[in-house]
């Protein structure tokens, strides 16, 4: 390895030079269409999944609109209206938004960086992994613009057979984006395996890499199920072979099965990157090295291989028999221990720390209040008896809004604050951010915490009329979305604004040790002039910081990063 | 009521916020592993938020202060914290699946209805024949609900009672419950306050409609309605009101309306035959003698099949007693005998 002198650790020198810049090293339209640079590729994921966060964020809005009176608020909103609504506005969260979220745009940005690569082991499917991404998300919109898509996400057989919408379009949608997910995880795991740089063993990856490993592993084992439910649906309903329709001898409730084999692993590609990045903000922001790294690391792992065992826990009150129901529920109870292990060790992090409250770290915050209810919640679910009452109410709706929304994309939104000045080399403004926070934090509780109550007390999903007595609980949680609503939109907004007047931003602004913080920002095309020096990810030792810089450095005198960093 | 305790009148409290009434022999069970798991959870997650709350405050970065080295990771704490969440969970997935088990299966002597799912409506067919849109349930008893759907996945579920059951399109499922209590008084609707029974699957275009109500009577109120409920021979006309029963009580079996004299038939058709005479064999006899087929013979051989036994034919008939086919149905049967004609 070269030596490494502290001002080439630190690129100062090079943030005039506009050709180091990834932003500004070429020019025009196709530069950017057909880079097969990970920090663009990254960042126009980052732009296409905030479209989607966007639409499916309106479609959310104009149901809990439609739901402030019990017989509906608008009259241009039909029963079949409201239908395609909530089936896109889950649509396109799910495969459009949250699947890619973190790690198609913090993923592709950060990862490469964090292991001081140049790129991911595979630009080419890095690139194609976009377009795959953007044609599925036309397929999509041609379900939404021509005949609306009235089946929910889940596509649930036999209705899905006989509908006269465009299911098909949805389907080969949705068959597209899972290829998206595969090249993105099958990228992320040669990357993992085969790019990490000599000194970082496994066990020195920062845990943002475990997560994404771990996540990584689900979408290449677990995706192409969807592909193949998805294709048989389309062949039951283009060709009528029989295999899910009961009137010609096949079982709905096998569509079912092979849909949430697929799509309850999902939610842990959901969820496990939003816990990576929790683990990166919980160390840095605290100034302590992660409390229990190992245990944290190991139930990335865990989470992803028990996750493939659980699917049965969607379909207790479907028809499968009681047995496997049970052993469902018993394995279900199995997943909660890893995820109950990080919040603690998360909260642990923090004793005795140097606690940051900056923007990042208030969502991180949030996180493990939000993350918490919708975890617990989970028992509730968990329990055969508890949920034969209480599958498919609003109680599930909140449950999984606690963990998706509360978890993921609070994270993600606090992951993309942490990351910003690297990102694109400016400062937002720390104030409005965290206002901004507090009041998508407030929106959230007011808008799901009602419908756990609503939920318990019998209220079901996929309604678009309810019983009169549900109205107070429908009318604070539609209060809430457009608290909700102007939180995020405000929170995002932050963040553009600061493309334009955001303060010049440091290569180290939080004093995180590990690599990406290393390069200048925003990143040289090259990501690294020198192989950085690989240290322990959470050793914040050698850290100082220094007004001058607006940043951290690392201060060339210290003592070499201890050994024992976790 | 007098005996309310402290602790009580918080679990009234938060069942009240949580929970629709408790109206079925399972809601107290559900409802009370659901407090357990409330509490639980209650105590964790203030545990948590307290210890992050706390931490925030007291370490926050200002002027003067510093992180202070503390170790980064303890093998004892933290086995701690997974076994003993492990061991809670552990408990929760037991009642759970205890209670679950009870919930499955339904005991033998349990009152069956059938309920048919279709696009967007329910019915609920009832043993003695009654046929209804909104559920009527006997309190106190152990009902169950056999299920069935005519189109796409609908789900039964009655969040008094806390059941719920999809209905599968090609194959039977069931659930069960005991209604603990009525939901008021009388054979007729009124006054009653019915709980609702929602349909829990995304069905469609009219979901959220596929709506019933559920009236639950004390027993013996229950009969009466099932009685007047099944009872159609008051508003069809008596041939059809017959030719219902004539159906539903089996007759059909053994007697052919169309003619037919082979064994098939156990019993002589009995189409074209009113007011003819035929040979029968009287009991204790064994020479023929001819009667007239008129109400009385029917009425006769409705009640004593074996009183006169039609020559050919062996004696092999169940005797309907008045609890079995009663005398107004006796007439409606007649009055159909007299419509079926005599097979060209």
């Known amino acids: ?566 | 009521m007098a005996h309310i305790t402290g602790l009580d009148m918080h679990s009234i409290l938060a069942d009240t916020l949580f929970f629709p009434p408790e109206r079925s022999t399972f809601a107290g069970d559900v409802d009370g592993l659901f407090n357990f798991i409330y509490y639980l959870c209650l105590f964790f997650f203030v545990l948590i938020i307290a210890a992050m709350t706390y931490f925030a405050i007291k370490y926050c970065a200002r002027p003067g202060h510093s992180e202070k080295p503390s170790p980064s990771h303890n093998e004892s704490l933290e086995i701690t914290w997974s076994v003993i969440p492990s061991i809670l969970v552990g408990v929760i997935f037991f009642y759970g699946f205890t209670g679950y088990l009870n919930m499955r299966e339904a005991p033998e002597d349990a009152y069956e209805i059938q309920v048919y799912a279709k696009k967007w409506q329910w019915s609920f067919k009832y043993p003695n024949g009654a046929e209804t849109t909104e559920l009527h349930l006997p309190a106190g008893k152990p009902v169950k609900f056999l299920e069935q759907s005519a189109d796409v996945l609908h789900s039964f579920y009655i969040p008094a009672f806390r059941i719920k059951m999809d209905c599968v399109p090609g194959r039977y499922t069931s659930t069960w419950a005991i209604p603990n209590a009525t939901t008021g008084s009388g054979i007729s609707i009124d006054g009653h306050q019915p709980y609702h029974l929602f349909c829990a699957e995304y069905c469609g275009q009219q979901h959220s409609q596929m709506r019933a109500l559920v009236y639950v009577h004390e027993p013996a109120e229950f009969e009466a309605w099932a009685e007047k409920e099944a009872n159609f021979l008051e508003t069809k006309p008596p041939a059809e009101a017959g030719a219902i029963l004539f159906q539903r009580k089996g007759c059909v079996q053994c007697h052919s309306v169309t003619g037919d004299r082979s064994t098939k038939y156990l019993g002589p058709p009995l189409n074209g035959q009113w007011g003819t005479e035929r040979d029968v064999i009287p009991r204790g006899s064994s020479t023929p003698e001819k009667v007239m087929m008129d109400e009385n013979y029917v009425r006769e051989s409705i009640r004593q099949p074996m009183a006169k036994i039609v020559q050919g034919r062996k004696p092999g008939m169940t005797v309907f007693t008045p609890s079995l086919l009663n005398d107004k149905q006796i007439t409606a049967i007649i009055a159909y005998l007299k419509s079926l004609k005599d097979e060209k």
């Open chain 1, 1 to 566: 390895m070269a030596t490494i002198t502290p001002d080439t650790q630190i690129d100062i020198g090079h943030n005039d030079d506009p050709n180091s810049n990834y932003l500004t090293s070429s020019r025009g339209f196709l530069s950017w269409a057909l880079t097969l640079d990970h920090k663009r590729i990254g960042v126009m994921y980052l732009v296409g999944i905030f479209g989607a966060f966007f639409l499916g964020g309106v479609l959310a809005l104009l149901l809990r609109l439609q739901l402030l009176m019990p017989e509906g608020t608008f009259s241009f909103i039909s029963l079949d209206r409201y239908n395609q609504l909530f089936t896109l506005h889950g649509a396109v969260m799910t495969f459009l938004f949250i699947i890619p979220s973190v790690p198609a745009a913090l993923g592709n940005f950060v990862l490469p960086l964090m292991v001081g690569a140049k790129d991911v082991a595979f630009p080419r499917m890095n690139l194609a992994s976009f377009y795959l991404w953007v044609f599925g998300a036309i397929f999509f919109l041609i379900a939404l613009v021509t005949t609306q898509l009235d089946t929910g996400w889940t596509f649930y057989t036999p209705y899905s057979i006989e509908t006269q919408t465009n299911v098909i379009a949805a389907t080969c949608g949705a068959f597209i984006l899972g290829f998206s997910s595969i090249f993105t995880g099958l990228n992320f795991i040669v990357t993992v395996n085969t790019m990490r740089p000599p000194g970082m063993t496994w066990f020195k990856m920062p845990l943002f890499m475990w997560a994404i490993y771990a996540t990584a592993i689900i979408q290449v084992l677990a995706t192409p199920v969807l592909g193949i439910t998805l294709l048989l649906l389309t062949a039951e309903r283009v060709l009528h072979i029989g295999i899910f329709d009961p009137s010609m001898g096949g079982d709905p409730v096998l569509f079912q099965h092979f849909f949430w084999f697929y799509s309850h692993p999902a939610v842990y590609i959901m969820i496990l990157p939003g816990m990576g990045i929790m683990s990166e903000l919980m160390s840095v922001y605290s100034r302590k090295p992660i409390f229990g790294y190992t245990f944290i690391a190991y139930s990335s792992i865990a989470i992803a291989l028990l996750g493939f065992l659980v699917w049965g826990h969607h379909m207790f009150v479907s028809g499968q028999s009681p047995m496997s129901a049970v052993i469902f529920s018993g394995l279900t109870f199995s997943v909660s221990i890893p995820s109950a292990i990080k919040v603690f060790n998360w909260v642990a992090t923090m004793y005795k720390g140097n606690i940051n409250l900056a923007t990042p770290m208030c969502y991180a915050l949030s996180f493990i209040f939000l993350f918490s209810i919708g975890g617990l919640t989970g028992l509730f679910l968990g329990a055969l008896a508890t949920d034969i009452h209480l599958h498919d109410t609003y109680f599930v709706v909140a449950h999984f809004h606690y963990v998706m929304m509360g978890g993921t994309v609070i994270a993600f939104v606090g992951g993309l604050y942490h990351w910003w000045p690297k990102m694109f080399g400016v400062m937002y403004n720390e104030f409005w951010g965290r206002v901004f926070c507090a009041v998508v934090f407030i929106g959230f509780n007011l808008t799901f915490f009602p419908q756990f109550i609503m939920g318990s007390q019998g209220m079901p999903r996929r309604y678009a009329t309810y019983a009169p007595e549900f109205q107070l609980y429908h009318d604070l949680s539609t209060i809430g979305a457009l608290t909700l609503g102007i939180g995020m939109v405000g929170a995002i907004a932050v963040l553009v604004i600061s493309l334009f007047n955001g303060r010049k931003a440091p290569a180290n602004p939080w004093g995180a040790a590990t690599l990406e913080w290393t390069c200048t920002s925003p990143p040289p095309y090259y990501n690294f002039e020198h192989a950085p020096h690989v240290g322990s990810p959470y050793d914040y030792t050698g850290l100082k910081y220094d007004p001058q810089v607006g940043g951290y450095v690392r201060d060339p005198n210290a003592a070499p990063a201890s050994e024992s960093g976790h």
